[in-house]
């Protein structure tokens, strides 16, 4: 049991799917895994475990945002022993051809967070996927032929942006979205040598305003949950 997490240790697998949204983990446990049992109702943020092709694998909420999304890796990695991190979440497009509900994977996160520079007397670090997740998502989704893209994604401190012109600086330099944990969660995995991948689903388009509904994402992002599934 740790401070945010009321789980038994045993409880929690070694390789976990991260939603930012309890309510999507609960559905991915519920419409995925077989024989799954809730581990944690802290703060209402679920965790479940279970089994995928007779695998054991969890899946836990994480909350919005690079503090709450540390706070949970944290638990998992240094009190639960978990190895592997993939985050599935939403993310808002920042390039025209990006369509809603396309795949991205992010090979490594921007962020307008100070947590590195805090924490590396102001020079910055790069946060990186791990290279064997990613390659493993690649090659599932190729052989699936689900599209995706791959690359730079910023990890946002910020929602609601006081310019909603802010993306195109970031846009001309190759950056496919928003989506505000990934900066943390590669962070995190290299500080314990551990392994993270984000895979990510366009939910909204900076560029032409489009966005799907709460329900949707919550409950109908498949593919990137089957990708994450299938990633180890
Ligand atoms: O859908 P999730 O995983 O929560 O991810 C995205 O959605 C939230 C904002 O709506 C932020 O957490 C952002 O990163
Ligand atoms: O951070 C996020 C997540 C989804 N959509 C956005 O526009 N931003």
Known sequence: MSIHIEAKKGEIAETILLPGDP?????IAETFLEDSFCYNDVRGMLGYTGTYKGRRISVQGTGMGIPSAMIYCHELIKEYGVKNLIRVGSAGAFQ?????MDIIIAMSASTTS????????GADFAPTANFDLLMKAVKFAEKENIDFRAGNVLSSDIFYDDDPEYYKKWASYGVLCAEMETAGLYTLASKFGVNALSILTVS????NGEEISSEMREHKLNHMVEIALNTY
């Open 23 to 27: 309510l999507r983990a609960k559905w």
């Open 204 to 207: 909204d388009s900076l560029v």
């Open 114 to 121: 100070s947590l590195n520079r805090d924490n590396f007397n």
């Open 96 to 100: 025209p051809d990006l369509k809603l």
